[in-house]
């Protein structure tokens, strides 16, 4: 039987031209994109496309057009085996987090692909990265969001952009890849398994959040103002898991806690985790509430804050939830 597959067009380095006037690139139409793939037709095929209103960079990625996105797939989803989704690289790990959150129950395969050079351009990536991502939705044996890059499938809300210059710009630091893909594709036992329960779409994102990035030096004033900022706070501390034991700093993070703040405490470092209360100066964050966001990585954090702020439970469901693993986003 044919796969049918849904191509859903975002924008992104991957459908660009060059702006002859400005002299930038800018997001062109997406049939032009199509007619430089030949190849993607297949006897075994259906691909049909589809684009979002405005495509865009995706530095202008926003909450609302994650929902758009998840829209379309939402409405495509009975009819489709699998959606390969065209996003620029600069946000696709943030993208990719999101929709791990907001579409449950997934048992179907959602491919983020893109490109470093245009599609047009001579010696581009976009051809085999497009290619494959569709070869790897209409597989079957992927049921969960991942993003497919230089011959790597990588679990979506593990990854992170890691290169602006190679081709292999991604990595899943504490995650091993799903498929490599050489003469043949190769998945790996780490995919997740099919399920059978029925998809539900979670289309409520909350933007009642920050990112503080702690460096030596940095300004309790500037900690203060960041907390002040938001509901929710990820704080991205020094290796595993470590920050100043200054008093106004920990006094700030009491506070915080008590005046309902809601703050977790990932590491800076790609490779490994954090762990509150390994060193004497993690202690601070245990003991004044702050949890231990272990091995997320700041896009998977972020997003998952979004998620649940946005669903309308109460604040110690919340903090139950972020200690819990819900889509693969955090190791045990
Ligand atoms: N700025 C581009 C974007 O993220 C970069 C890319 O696609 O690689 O949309």
């Not at 959602?110 to 290619?131: M, V, W």
Request: hydrophobic share 40%.
């Amino acid at each position: 039987m044919k796969q049918k597959i849904l191509l859903v067009y975002t924008g992104g380095t991957i459908g660009m031209v060059k702006d002859k006037v400005k002299n930038t690139l800018v997001p062109f139409n997406f049939d032009g994109l199509l007619k430089a793939i030949p190849e993607l037709k297949s006897e075994e095929l259906d691909l049909d496309n589809i684009s979002i209103k405005n495509p865009i960079d995706s530095s202008n990625m926003h909450p609302s057009i994650w929902v758009e996105i998840v829209e379309i797939i939402e409405t495509n989803y009975a009819n489709y085996d699998g959606f390969v989704i065209l996003h620029g690289t600069d946000t696709m790990a943030y993208t990719a987090s999101a929709f791990s959150f907001m579409l449950e129950n997934l048992n179907k395969a959602i491919i983020f692909t893109g490109s470093q050079i245009p599609i047009g351009a001579r010696r581009s990536d976009a051809k085999e990265n497009l290619i494959t991502a569709v070869e790897i939705a209409a597989s079957r044996k992927v049921n969960e969001v991942c993003i497919y890059f230089e011959d790597q499938l990588y679990k979506g809300n593990r990854t992170v952009k890691v290169n602006t210059e190679h081709f292999e710009a991604f990595e899943s630091p504490n995650h091993p890849i799903l498929a490599e893909a050489g003469v043949n594709i190769k998945y790996r036992s780490a995919l997740q398994k099919k399920g059978s329960q029925k998809l539900v779409v979670h289309k409520n994102c909350s933007d009642n959040v920050a990112i503080l990035k702690l460096f030596p030096g940095i300004k309790i004033a500037t900690i203060g103002a960041i907390m002040n900022s938001a509901k929710g706070i990820i704080i991205e501390s020094f290796g595993a898991g470590n920050a100043s034991t200054n008093l106004e700093f920990t006094t700030l993070l009491s506070q915080g806690i008590q005046k309902g703040k809601i703050i977790i405490n990932i590491s800076q470092c790609l490779h490994g985790r954090a762990v509150n209360g390994q060193y004497e100066t993690s202690e601070p964050f245990g003991k004044s509430g702050v949890i231990c966001g272990k091995d997320m990585t700041t896009e998977a954090a972020i997003t998952k804050l979004m998620f649940l702020l946005g669903q309308g439970i109460s604040d110690d469901k919340i903090k139950q939830l972020l200690q819990t693993d819900l889509r693969g986003e955090v190791s045990r």
